[in-house]
């Protein structure tokens, strides 16, 4: 074999191994990619799991019954149940009983001598709070006509406002179904038995639903009184939650303070939602909201964000994101201490946190952004990033929408911090605003809690009527007023007005 085909064997054996190593190389970038893209998903599914209401937005009733979750509260040392000093309520006597009954021996147990004429020496008193026999009382209104003698005219007698029907149920009884079924969510079919079993009143369904439209209608001055006082309220609280009307989604949105409720019932959840509704677009003080990206369209008024929210993500990015996370951490402190020091300048009865305090605060809150900044890089391919071009640059050039690729947790939460730092820290530079939105989400629960007990809607009429209904009762029940004589105010013409309205 001569040297020019020793070399030409060499040469195809090195083209061979080249071409093999470059097939590796292919295999061994296509197999790095998959593997990075599973773990990828792999961490979004365990993140995913790892979710519950203690940090995130999730509600406590899809925790796992198997692990409690972590309280956000610092743990007290009281008792559980009622705490020492606390006002109790329990019967007393009451000095003028409805009914005295007499029991005394008729005869002596020794002798048989007759003892009915004999003055009792001892009196022993108990006394029974029990209901009178439940049923409904008929008042037959009859009208009469009077001819005058001198003149022969007939005089006829009118019947009171309220009786309008040959045969109607009053406004108490009327009352107490609305408020069974507007507060304590009761169901048609079941409000309809229990006043049947109870009252022995045969209800129909159409009846309940009449009665309900009544009132919704009696309390449309008082909704509109309502809406006005929120919206010339100094701190106003706004949340929505999804509910059905069917099979289709619609949302619940409402609006309220720790004296007024305002609900309202829309196809949709967002600035169109909002701005027919009528409250935020002319509102001028502070809304106290979650990160909802629509809230911060209207101009017209500041914003807070709701930092119980702010605090179950941060306790996600601490638990979950290890040594990228840990900076969270600190951020979950400091937001504990801003929170404490408004509470304390509030008690004290300051106008606001003393400035020293404050500017230390706000100090401490960006230097923490700074370190979560360095241990979260924005990723390759994500535009900001200081090495690596903007990979979605090259397909909008070509006139291609681009996949926009998905930003890591922490960093997005960073961004959230970075952006809305005025929003986020608005409890601490102004302590007229609460560190939560607690207040919206409490008085959203009894939506949920209806839908679970009813399910969903029928009609939008209904939703309406139960929002008009319900937020006229919630208002009534922080202002501590008879939300029942309320009700039947209402079916006699005379609605009982909040105060703050």
Not at 97 to 125: D, I, M, Q, W
Not at 277 to 302: E, M, T, W
Request: proline fraction near 7%; charged fraction near 20%; glycine fraction near 6%.
């Amino acid at each position: 074999m001569t040297v020019s085909e020793c070399d030409a064997i060499y040469d195809q054996g090195r083209d061979a191994v080249a071409s093999v190593l470059l097939r590796m190389d292919a295999t061994i970038a296509s197999l790095s990619a998959e593997v990075d893209s599973l773990r990828s998903r792999l961490k979004v599914l365990e993140d995913r799991l790892a979710k519950d209401s203690h940090n995130s937005s999730k509600p406590p009733s899809s925790d796992s019954p198997f692990k409690k979750p972590k309280s956000l509260k610092p743990p007290t040392q009281q008792k559980s149940g009622g705490q020492g000093g606390h006002a109790g309520n329990t019967l007393r006597f009451s000095e003028r009983p409805n009914e005295v009954k007499e029991y005394a021996p008729y005869r002596c147990s020794a002798c048989g001598h007759c003892l009915a004429s004999v003055a009792p020496t001892v009196t022993e008193r108990r006394q029974v709070y029990d209901l009178p026999p439940l049923q409904l009382q008929v008042t037959e209104h009859r009208v009469h006509t009077l001819v005058c003698p001198t003149c022969q005219c007939h005089n006829r007698g009118e019947f009171p406002p309220d009786v309008t029907q040959p045969v109607q149920y009053g406004p108490r009884f009327c009352g107490l179904c609305v408020y069974l079924q507007h507060y304590h969510l009761l169901p048609y079919d079941r409000l309809s038995r229990l006043a049947h079993d109870v009252f022995g009143a045969p209800v129909s369904e159409g009846t309940l639903w009449n009665l309900t439209m009544r009132c919704h209608d009696a309390l449309a001055t008082v909704t509109e009184a309502i809406k006005k006082a929120l919206i010339d309220s100094p701190v106003l609280h706004t949340d929505e939650t999804s509910c059905r009307l069917g099979k289709r989604r619609f949302w619940m949105h409402t609006y309220c303070t720790d004296q007024l409720t305002h609900y309202a019932f829309h196809q949709k959840r967002g600035k169109v939602a909002m701005q027919e509704i009528g409250v935020l677009p002319d509102y001028k003080g502070c809304a106290v909201h979650d990160g909802l990206q629509d809230y911060f369209s209207f101009h017209n008024c500041r914003h807070g964000l709701c930092g119980v929210h702010l605090l179950r993500d941060l306790i996600f990015v601490h638990e979950q994101f290890g040594t990228s996370g840990t900076w969270a951490k600190g951020m979950i402190d400091l937001f504990l201490e801003m929170k404490s020091a408004a509470q304390s300048a509030r008690e004290q009865g300051l106008s606001a946190v003393p400035p020293a305090e404050l500017n230390s605060l706000l100090w401490r809150y960006d230097a923490l952004l700074a370190q979560g900044y360095r241990h979260n890089p924005p990723p390759m391919g994500l535009p900001g990033h200081p090495d690596i071009p903007d990979v979605a640059a090259p397909l909008a050039a070509k006139g291609k929408k681009p996949k926009k690729p998905q930003t890591p947790f922490p960093l997005r939460l960073l961004d959230r911090l970075r952006d809305w730092k005025t929003c986020v820290c608005r409890f601490v530079t102004d302590i007229g605003v609460p560190f939560d939105n607690n207040q919206a989400e409490r008085d959203l629960r009894m939506i949920k809690v209806r839908q679970k007990i009813s399910g969903c809607f029928r009609s939008e009429n209904g939703a309406r009527a139960f929002c008009t209904i319900r937020g006229y009762l919630s208002t009534l029940a922080k202002q501590q007023a008879p939300l029942l004589q309320a009700l039947v105010n209402a079916f006699q013409g005379s609605p009982l007005m909040p105060r703050s309205a």
